[in-house]
């Protein structure tokens, strides 16, 4: 038989062991191109673009319209018109 527990872990014990895994949102930053929120230092997956350049080739649709938005609870809402 292994190694048990010599007495119950209380409730204030176990949450105060946990009080420091609670896990952070991304950090997101607009895209200096298209503005849609994405995480530093990455390229972005719509246009392309990392630091004003173009870095990678988008195949597929067009874009003909962006917005992108915070809403009043900080989460960023990106809406596209897409060509087809």
């Not at 048990?4 to 209380?10: E, M, T, Y």
């Not at 607009?30 to 390229?43: K, L, M, R, Y």
Request: with cysteine; aromatic share 4%.
């Amino acid at each position: 038989m292994g190694p048990l527990p010599k007495r119950k872990v209380s409730k204030g014990r176990r949450n105060r062991r946990r009080a420091h895994d609670a896990l952070t949102p991304p950090n997101l930053v607009p895209c200096d191109n298209c503005g849609v929120p994405i995480p530093h230092h990455q390229v972005c997956p719509e246009c392309g673009y990392y630091r004003g350049q173009p870095v990678v080739e988008i195949k597929g649709a067009t874009f003909t319209a962006l917005s992108v938005a915070m809403d009043p609870t900080g989460a960023w809402h990106a809406q596209c018109v897409v060509d087809v």
